[in-house]
Each structure stands twice: as C-alpha cells, then as structure tokens.
C-alpha cells in the first residue's frame, strides 16, 4: 500500500525522493526532458562526434535504469563490432553496451535507488556522453565501412564536400 506524503512535505518513499533527484540533477545539468511516462525522464545529451545521445532515465521499484541509444544496427562486421564493444564494457564505470532485438547499440545500466545522489546521477550522465561520443566513430568504421567508403567517393567525384566525413579521411585515403 503506497505511503502518503508526510505533513513536512518529504518525500513519502524512496523512489518518490529518487524521482526529486532525478528531477533536480537534470535541472542542474539543464537538461531539457519530457516524460513520456511516470517515472521516466527522456532528454537528449549533446557530443561532440555523436552530435546527439537519447538518451532516458527510469525510476523503478528498485532501481534507476539508464538507457542511452548510441547507433543503429551495423550494416557489417557484426563480430568485430561486437567484440570491440564487448571488450570496451571491462573499462566503463557504472553503464555497459548492449543491443536490443533489431540489433540497435546501447550504453544501459542500474543503479539501486539507495545510491542515486545528483552527484551519481551527474558522474553516470558524464560516463554515457563520454562512451557515446567517444565510441561512435570507431563503431562508424567497424560496421558502416562500405557504406562510408561509398559515399567518400561518390562525394569526391563529384567535387562535394566531405567536411562530414573527415573523421574517416586517414583510412579513406589509405584504402583509396
């Protein structure tokens, strides 16, 4: 049976006090979020090479999950892509890569509610935007490399720009 809130206006239950600190530490990060549901924060995290993370937070009965989509599903070289995100997992602090059912690329963690602090929550926001950004062109080269080299010299003979692809010219080059 769910607690009423107290007549001091604390937080009625853990969770409940989790959700303020959920809510708290995106403001103070200034996060933009929408909640799509009760107890679930979406917001977008801005990079560097991955020009934007989804990412979203949801407060559980037990715990928070994080949840940040990093690309879609590889096009190629599955294993390799596999085995670099798996071997990329033993060096992460508190989130780890996963796929989902289409093949799609995700950092997801938990955390158990006791522990969630908006400094937890600000040093796990740092840890997704950091292994987001820094794996999505690596991620690029392992299982888009066709579709990459394709474009590269389509936009070269046709004296298009390829600012967008520069953080590929050392290995387009070579190849090419």
Avoid at 91 to 105: K, P, T
Wanted: glycine share 8%; hydrophobic share 40%.
């Amino acid at each position: 049976m769910p607690v009423s809130p107290s007549q001091s206006g604390e937080p009625a239950t853990i969770r409940d006090a989790v959700l303020a600190t959920v809510e708290a530490a995106l403001g103070a990060a200034e996060l933009d979020f929408t909640s799509p549901r009760p107890g679930a924060f979406a917001f977008d995290l801005p990079g560097e090479r991955k020009l934007s993370t989804p990412c979203q937070l949801v407060v559980g009965d037990h715990a928070l999950a994080l949840h940040a989509f990093v690309c879609r599903n590889p096009d190629e070289n599955h294993e390799g892509v596999y085995r670099w995100l798996l071997s990329r997992n033993l060096r992460f602090y508190g989130v780890a890569f996963g796929i989902d059912r289409n093949g799609d690329i995700y950092l997801d963690g938990r955390l158990s509610l006791a522990a969630v602090t908006e400094a937890e929550i600000d040093r796990l926001l740092g840890a997704l935007l950091s292994y987001a950004d820094e794996s999505f062109n690596t991620i690029l080269e392992l299982g888009f490399a066709s579709s990459i080299r394709k474009e590269w010299e389509w936009r070269r003979s046709r004296g298009e720009s390829t600012h967008n692809l520069e953080a590929f010219r050392g290995w387009l080059e070579r190849e090419g």
